[in-house]
């Protein structure tokens, strides 16, 4: 019965969450990189911003709303595989 009804009826929900939890996890990333790490995004980007550089700034942005994107149609696309008989809402019109 879980297998079989509840399981696939759980899946959309399963990956609203695995869709949440993948951004932020690079966020929290992204953030203990400004606490204790000498290397990384966000400590290029605290070291740009120590220095006025606002490109150095802005390109470390640029890589992480990448990364965001890279991450949200990797998960779009294992939900597509995965649960492939659920309509995709996010495209009908309001």
């Known amino acids: 019965m879980f297998a079989h ?3 696939p009826d759980a899946l959309p929900y399963i990956f609203a ?3 949440v939890g ?4 690079l966020i929290g990333t992204v953030v203990a990189e400004f606490v204790g ?3 990384g995004i966000g400590y290029a ?3 740009a911003k120590a220095q006025f550089d606002v ?3 802005y390109a470390c942005l640029v890589i992480l709303m990448a990364l965001g994107i890279a991450l949200h149609w ?3 696309s294992i939900e597509h595989r995965v649960a492939f008989w659920v309509e995709d809402l996010s495209r009908i019109a309001t």
């Open 5 to 7: 009804l509840r399981l």
């Open 17 to 19: 969450g695995l869709h």
């Open 22 to 25: 993948a951004i932020f996890a």
């Open 37 to 39: 790490s000498g290397q």
């Open 45 to 47: 980007m605290l070291a």
């Open 55 to 57: 490109a150095g700034v």
């Open 74 to 76: 990797l998960m779009a």
